[in-house]
């Protein structure tokens, strides 16, 4: 597996907390949160491989890399352990560095996740958004996603960031 440097967003001091974005974000999505945890705790949300600054890397996708990169990043800021969340995407991978180095974990915060494996039906669902994006780019993906994202009573300064 190859490492990937992970971009990382921090703000605030003292107790670590993890924050791990939702697919097809970045860590951009924690904003209110990080600025509001700040002044109560040390927030770091990075960018999962292949979203917002942080490399795809050649290997092929998987939770586990994924859940490895946030564990060396952990290393790197030297956290021997940390409360760490997930939304969605965020929870697969938060569920996996929890399995793969329980002890780092002194807190775990899950939203919008699922522990089992997709179904036939979804797996069959996430190859059609793949390859509808493979063709058509990430930008009407977006487009189209953005409505099951946001509540149709969002802020208009929430939907344009």
């Known amino acids: 597996m ?39 705790c040390r927030v770091i949300t990075p960018d999962l491989r292949g979203f917002g600054g942080s490399q795809l890397g050649d290997d092929e996708p998987s939770l586990d890399h994924m859940a490895d990169d946030v564990a060396r990043l952990l290393d790197t800021l030297s956290l021997d352990s940390v409360v760490l969340g997930g939304l969605s995407m965020g929870g697969y991978v938060a569920m996996a560095l929890t399995r793969l180095d329980p002890a780092r974990v002194k807190g775990l915060v899950l939203a919008d996740t699922h522990p089992l494996a997709d179904d036939a039906a979804g797996k069959e669902k996430r190859e059609a958004v793949a390859k509808d994006v493979e063709k058509n780019g990430m ?18 300064y929430v939907r344009a960031r």
């Open 2 to 40: 190859t490492a990937l440097d992970l971009n990382v967003r921090e703000a605030g001091a003292g107790l670590p907390v993890v924050l791990l974005h939702a697919f097809p974000l970045s860590s951009a999505m924690w904003l209110e949160q990080r600025n509001g945890l700040a002044e109560v």
């Open 139 to 156: 930008a009407a993906f977006a487009a189209n996603a953005l409505n099951n994202l946001l509540a149709k009573e969002a802020k208009p």
